[in-house]
Structures are given as C-alpha cells and as structure tokens.
C-alpha cells in the first residue's frame, strides 16, 4: 500500500499556507540521479518558505498531496493556471487537499495572488535533458533520411535505392547534394533571364530645370506659388520581387544548414556540408553584387505572380523549394513539441524507429499514401489508417505502419494503440504502445521488477486488452494481434539482462510484454521481434 508520505515543504504567506506531502525517498534509475536534500525551490513575493526535512526532491511522475489553508477560500495557481480545490471549513479555517503529479521536468510555481512558491522538478528515469535533445536529433535524422528515399525518385542520378551499408543520415546528405547541384543552376539560369521591371517613381523638381514645361505645370504654379512641381520618373528595376525571392531562399538554405552543422559530429559529414555552404556563400554574394545589396530580409515566400507561374526556370526553383520543404529541411519548431510532452514525443520517436526497422529487416522500399505523398511528414506523424507509412516488400507484398490506428466495431468496445504494423492480407497484427513511464507503486516494483524498472502495470494490462478485444468483423471472431508489447525507456544498464525478466519471457509464451527502446540505445529487442514477425509464414 501506499504510505501517505512526509511534510516536505510549507510556505507561509499573508493569506495561506501551503503544503506539499510525499514520498521522502523513491527510486532512482537514470545514471545521472539527485542527491539528498537536492531540493531546490524559492519563495515568490511575501512568503517565507520552510523545508522540514532533508528529502530527494520533486520528481515529475511521484503522487504528491498538496494541502492549502486559508481564512477564506482562495484561487491557487499552478503556472498561472487555476487549481481546482474544494474547500472545506474547519472551525475559523478553511482547507483543501489535492493529490496531483506534476508531468513535467523544469520549473513550476504554485501561487496565491502574487505571493506562492517556485519548484524544480526533476525526472527519476534518466538524464531527462539529454535523452531528450537525443531524440529530438534522432527524430530529424529519421525524417530526414525517410523523405529522401521518398524524393530521390524523382531526382537524377539518384533512382536507386542506396546500399545497405549507407544510413539515413548519408543518404539524406547525397540526396541534398544532387538537389543542390540541380538547384544552383536554375537560380543562376533564373537570376539571369528573368527581366528587369519598369517602375514609375514620384519625385519634386524646380520648374526651370525641366526642358518642357506644360500648361497643367503652369496653372499648379499659379494655384500655389510653389516653383517645384510633382513628376514622375519611369526607372528599370533589376531587384525585382522574384529576385527577391531568390535570394531570400539562398539565405534560408545557409541557415538551415549550418543549424544541422552545428548538430554533427562525424567529421566527413561536416567536410560535405562545408562545400555546400561554401557554394551557397560564394553564389549569394556574385548575385548580391549584381544588384548592389549586400543580403535580403525576410523568409523565402513563393511568388504568385503571373511571371513566377509561367517562368520555366523559376517553376523550377520553386520545385526545389517545396521538396526542401517537405522533410528535407524539417522545421524543428514543428517537432520540438516541448519538455512538458515528453511522453508524445516518445511515441513519435518510436514510431520513426518502427518505420525505419522494417525498412531495414524487409529490405523493401518505403512508399507514401497518394494522397499526402506532397507532405512526407505527415505520414509519420498523422493518425488514422489512411495516414499509413507503407513498405514494399520484395515479394510484392506490403506492410503498412499505423500511428494511433482505431479499430471500430468491435463486439465490445473501439480500440487504438499506438503502432500497428500490418502485414495487409497475409498475416496477424503486431502492435506496439510506447509509454514513457515506470511504475511507481512499491508493491508492484517489488513483485514485478525483481531489481529493474518496468513499465506500468495498467499499459500490460492494456496489451493484454488489445490482444484480446482487437477481432475480425464476421462471427466466429477470429482475433487478429499475434503479439502486443510496450515499448518503453529502461536505462542502458539494465538492457543486457532484460532477456531474463518475465516481461520479456511472456511475450514468447502468451504474446503480452514489454521491451526497451531508448534513444542512442540498442534496438535489438524491437529489431528481433520486427524480423520474426516479417518472416511468419
């Protein structure tokens, strides 16, 4: 059972006080871990803080009960958000409790009006910032690496499939070397046949200095008495709106690149990147200099002018520009979903490693859903069968990867985990849930971990749900999942013996388990059960 827990914090303030009740001591299982009385919290406004005990900190996914005692009852805050309380009197006092988990890794503040209190919350699992910018990379790379082989048909010199001993990453770096080369020379075969615009520019000048004066001159003369009329002078414009763009676009492509340099390591990759910055520097400058500027404002915007849409050269840039667009150059302000949602972009990733494995164990070629073929992120990241990342097999059959596929009537009730991958036709369902979570309760550590962290119980629970309520659609029901595990992120540590625990064993005996997945970690687990599961006859 769980204990009610200790008096670890209390802040007092004009109005309340507030306390915060919990565990003092919980297991640790990342390799960098606080220490005691690593606790690390600041009064905010009026309010003096009180730390009764030597505790381990606030952790993201420990239950706290959070207790407020005020003369009257009063809005309490969490990050400027309110919290619902019931308040209950008690003689002259008014209380409220609450138990809640913070979910979140950083800084929360609980206030009352302007006075509360500020408090660091870490993470138990592992070094939370790190595996977290780990698989923000890894996400990149692997939509990098996959939208190139989507592209690459389309490109010359690159209609064949690359060879198993080059990774994504290489061959998102080939496929950009081709596009560059293409793209270099319709800039500069643009730049030069596109036409110089006639603009009319307003300007004041003094009567005698114009040649001709004409009778409507004379009469605004006689009107104002001003000797300096309005005229217009017609100039030719050789920094025209599509030039413009141009060069925002040459821009743009220098910054993204030497944002994805500053990310790698590997010193041949950064020799290749280096030559194609270098390209881009030397062309942006022989182009600035033939109109006099020395660089442009603004995100590249593609132009909708009746010349943008009927240039041949130009309709050939704005190509380039779309395919750098969809996934080439993947928007990180698009994935980076945020510290706090952790959880969905565990899931991405794990969907991303998902794609890749079955990619690499079939030996097939990874195809796109007509209808977001335009979009390759989309595939990825979108829910719902038609969403489907799909893999041609060698023998010509297909394997689609879901994310987040709903199964609807069923006898009982709808059911949707988060990867599905489905040999279409030919065989049984694999599914796969990734949860970014261990069990917390000491009970369940005890019986069920023997020494390891493991995955909640409820997501076992819930494979075992999905193995059985996931059935065909005619009677007798036939059920359709040959195995349903949970992928989640147990430390490096812990990898070499998880073939010994029981949630490892029972996927073999009752097709229900759980396995590691971990950025930077070994995938041999997932890759071994992806490759059984190809091979089912």
């Known amino acids: 059972m769980r204990r009610s827990g200790d008096l670890l914090l209390r802040v007092t303030m004009q109005d309340a006080v507030i306390a915060l009740i919990g565990p003092s001591t919980v297991p640790l299982y990342g390799d960098e871990v606080p220490g005691i009385n690593h606790v690390e919290a600041f009064p ?28 009257v009852p009063l809005e309490v805050t969490q990050n400027h958000r309110p919290v619902n309380l019931t308040w209950v009197q008690h003689g002259m006092v008014y209380m409220a409790t609450m138990t809640m988990q913070f979910r979140q890794v950083g800084w929360t503040e609980l206030r009352v009006g302007d006075a509360g209190i500020r408090i660091k919350i870490d993470s138990r699992k592992m070094d939370y910032d790190t595996d977290y910018r780990a698989m923000i990379w890894d996400l990149e790379n692997q939509v990098r690496g996959l939208t190139a082989k989507l592209v690459s048909a389309v490109l010359q010199g690159m209609e064949e499939s690359p060879d198993g001993s080059m990774d994504l990453w290489s061959y998102w770096l080939s ?38 004066v004409g009778r409507r001159d004379i009469w605004a003369y006689a009107r104002s008495n001003d000797p300096r009329i309005v005229t217009q002078v017609r100039i030719w414009e050789s920094l025209t709106a599509e030039r413009v763009y141009l060069l925002q676009l040459l821009q743009w492509i220098r910054r993204r690149l030497e944002r994805v340099r500053n990310q790698v390591s590997e010193l041949e990759q950064h020799r290749r990147l280096n030559i194609i910055l270098h390209d881009v520097g030397v062309l942006v400058a022989r182009l600035s200099a033939t109109v006099g500027v020395e660089r442009v404002a603004g995100e590249p915007r593609i132009p909708s002018s009746p010349l943008a849409q009927s240039h041949p050269a130009l309709r050939r840039v704005v190509r380039w520009h779309r395919l750098l667009q969809n996934g080439l150059f993947p928007d990180g302000d698009r994935y980076f979903v945020g510290i706090k949602d952790i959880n969905l972009l565990y899931e991405y990733w794990c969907y991303l490693m998902i794609v890749r494995l079955v990619v690499e164990e079939s030996g097939g070629t990874l195809m796109v859903h ?12 979108s829910s719902g069968a038609a969403q489907a990342a799909q893999v041609e097999l060698p023998t010509g059959e297909c394997v689609s990867i879901l994310y987040e596929r709903r199964f609807s009537g069923l006898p009982t009730v709808a059911q949707q985990p988060d990867h599905v991958v489905e040999l279409k036709g030919l065989g049984p369902l694999l599914i796969f849930d990734a949860k970014y979570r261990f069990e917390m309760d000491d009970d369940y550590i005890k019986h069920y971990g023997k020494g390891a962290p493991i995955p909640p119980i409820d997501t076992i629970n819930g494979m075992h749900q999905y193995h059985d309520a996931i059935v065909g659609i005619k009677v007798p029901y036939e059920r359709l999942v040959d195995r349903a595990i949970v992928l989640f992120p147990l430390p490096r540590r812990f990898f070499p013996n998880w073939h010994q625990h029981r949630f490892y064993q029972s996927i073999e005996s009752v097709g229900v388990g759980a396995l590691p997945l971990l950025p930077g970690g070994d995938d041999t687990y997932v890759r071994n059960q992806i490759h059984r599961y190809l091979n089912l006859k």
């Open 370 to 381: 007509p209808r977001i073929s335009r979009d390759p992120m989309d595939i990825l990241l």
């Open 175 to 212: 496929v950009l070397e081709v596009i560059w080369e293409q793209l270099m020379r319709d800039v500069t075969h643009a730049w030069t046949t596109l036409p110089m615009q006639l603009s009319a520019e307003e300007r004041r000048i003094y009567l005698d200095r114009r040649k001709k």
């Open 44 to 71: 905010i406004g009026r309010a003096v803080l009180e730390i009764p005990r030597e505790h381990m900190g606030f952790f993201d996914d420990v239950q706290y009960t959070i207790q407020v005692s005020a003369l």
